[in-house]
Nanobody
Framework: QVQLVESGGGLVQPGGSLRLSCAHS????????VGWYRRGPGKDCELVAM???????NISNSVKGRFTISRDSAKNTMYLQMNSLKPEDTATYFC????????????WGQGTQVTVSS
């Protein structure tokens, strides 16, 4: 089982920005459709953004215009740039391959906590 390493979370004020990273030493992100998922307090796991093998991105309506997904193949790393953060973005964020959301949070990594609060 692949263990992806998520990092970059933290405490940020509303309106602030964070960049999350998802890395693995040998997993080739460009061979798969890989996305960011999140689980907020008391909520189900949901898809936030997906980057396909071909490089197309699909962004959830709840974060469209604020979040951007990208990858650096040379570094075997995928990113989630989060701008204009809102309190409702508070969640643990996970990266995983394209799969039903209910199986995505926590199955391939520990996640990184994002807390948006003043």
């Amino acid at each position: 089982q692949v263990q992806l390493v998520e990092s970059g979370g933290g405490l940020v004020q509303p309106g602030g920005s964070l960049r999350l990273s998802c890395a693995h030493s040998t997993f080739t992100f460009s061979d798969y459709s890989v996305g960011w998922y999140r689980r907020g307090p008391g909520k189900d796991c949901e898809l936030v953004a997906m980057l396909t093998k071909g490089g197309s991105s699909n962004i959830s309506n709840s974060v469209k215009g604020r979040f951007t997904i990208s990858r650096d193949s040379a570094k075997n790393t995928m990113y989630l740039q989060m701008n204009s953060l809102k309190p409702e973005d508070t969640a643990t964020y996970f990266c995983n391959v394209n799969r039903p959301a209910r199986f995505a949070c926590g199955s391939w990594g520990q996640g990184t906590q994002v807390t948006v609060s003043s």
